[in-house]
């Protein structure tokens, strides 16, 4: 059973707009979330975070949305550039030292000029 | 900051070999490091936890007699495909996590193991 689910495999944005990558979780248990951005043949890189305790947290053109009555989080990218296209992962995890994170499948960002 | 390497990129190699795999944090102390695999058009799947001087923790489904972790220091976790076969052929990612509360981890750029 999927325990963090990104039901959109791709998103497609023309430069400039707004690019919204949605992410859904299921254990109630997890207070931490992150979003990763991944190239081909390459490791995740991290872009931004954000506990439990918060339902926002904003860094630059990410910025990332917490409604945890929903089990919902979301990464917006304001304003969308070419170079942003990549595979964006949704993870989650327990604050706790040594615990592993758990992944969504990723959604492909496609941003157009 | 927050930068790991692993190494090596790509490796080629004979059935039977074993392969080992570093993974090390330049510039931060990562009391743990986590070994993921990733299959085509799949996510990141947990192989095992490695916490420095002390025993990996291994997923289920993870053979420990095969995937050997080694997590000798703040800085250094090494995982060694032993008699790899081509069923072990993937791509291999390593992550480490400094201390403190919410901490995100941090990749290395993974490794293609490819098993002739």
């Known amino acids: 059973d999927q325990q963090v689910k990104q039901n959109s495999p791709s998103l497609s944005v023309q430069e400039g707009r707004i690019s919204i990558l949605n992410c859904d979780y299921t254990?109630?248990?997890?207070?931490?979330f992150l979003w990763y951005k991944k190239y081909p043949a390459e490791g995740p890189t991290f872009l931004i975070s954000?506990?439990?305790?918060?339902d926002k947290n904003e860094d630059g053109r990410f910025t990332v949305f917490l409604n945890k009555s929903a089990k919902h989080l979301s990464l917006h990218i304001v304003p969308s550039q070419p170079g942003d296209s990549a595979v964006y992962f949704c993870a989650a995890s327990l604050n706790q030292a040594g615990t592993a994170l758990i992944f969504g499948k990723g959604t492909t960002l496609s941003v157009s000029s | 900051g927050a930068v790991v390497s692993q190494h090596p990129s790509w490796v080629i190699c004979k059935s039977g070999t074993s392969v080992k795999i570093e993974c090390r944090s330049l510039d931060f102390q990562a009391t743990t490091m986590f070994w993921y695999r990733q299959f085509p058009k799949q996510s990141l799947m947990l192989m095992a936890t490695s916490n420095e001087g002390s025993k990996a923790t291994y997923e289920q489904g993870v053979e420990k007699d095969k995937f050997l972790i080694n997590h000798a220091s703040l800085t250094l976790s090494t995982l060694t495909v032993t008699s790899a076969h081509p069923e072990d052929s993937s791509f291999y990612i390593c992550?480490?996590?400094?201390?403190?509360?919410?901490?995100?981890?941090?990749f290395g750029d993974g490794t293609r193991l490819s098993i002739l």
């Open positions: 954000i506990s439990s305790i918060k």
């Open positions: 992550s480490a996590r400094g201390t403190g509360e919410y901490q995100p981890q941090h």
């Open positions: 254990n109630s248990m997890f207070d931490y």
